[in-house]
């Protein structure tokens, strides 16, 4: 069956670094456009950048423009995302995603930045 799975988060200060994964099984990674969402207590969860299929198309939330990037190894089955210049407004579940039949899921990781 279809698997997402998450690592990476952690707890960094202000102006630090975090690369998240995400390990996928079960479908045809080469043949989808993965994204990345989070969700931050009381918010709404949001969309944070996209990678085409073949990772020659990236998009990215005005709020993670030029400190965030996306990246795909097809080879793996696994995307990345790399997060720089960290902010506390950063700090959220952050989950990779997929659409096919219907929207996929991992089960999130926390990033939480703080002093």
């Known amino acids: 069956q279809v698997q997402l799975m998450e690592s990476g988060g952690g707890f960094v200060q202000p102006g630090g670094s975090l690369k998240l994964s995400c390990t996928t099984s079960?479908?045809?990674?080469?043949?989808?456009?993965m994204r990345w969402y989070r969700q931050a207590p009381g918010k709404e969860r949001e969309s944070v950048a996209f990678?085409?299929?073949?990772?020659?198309?990236?998009y990215y939330a005005d709020s993670v423009k030029g400190r965030f990037t996306i990246s795909r190894d097809n080879a793996k089955n696994t995307f990345y995302l790399e997060m720089n210049s960290l902010k506390v407004e950063d700090t959220a579940v952050y989950y990779c995603s997929f659409v096919s039949d219907r929207a996929y899921w991992g089960q999130g990781t926390q990033v939480t930045v703080s002093s």
């Open positions: 990678i085409g299929s073949h990772g020659e198309t990236t």
């Open positions: 079960g479908f045809t990674f080469i043949n989808y456009a």
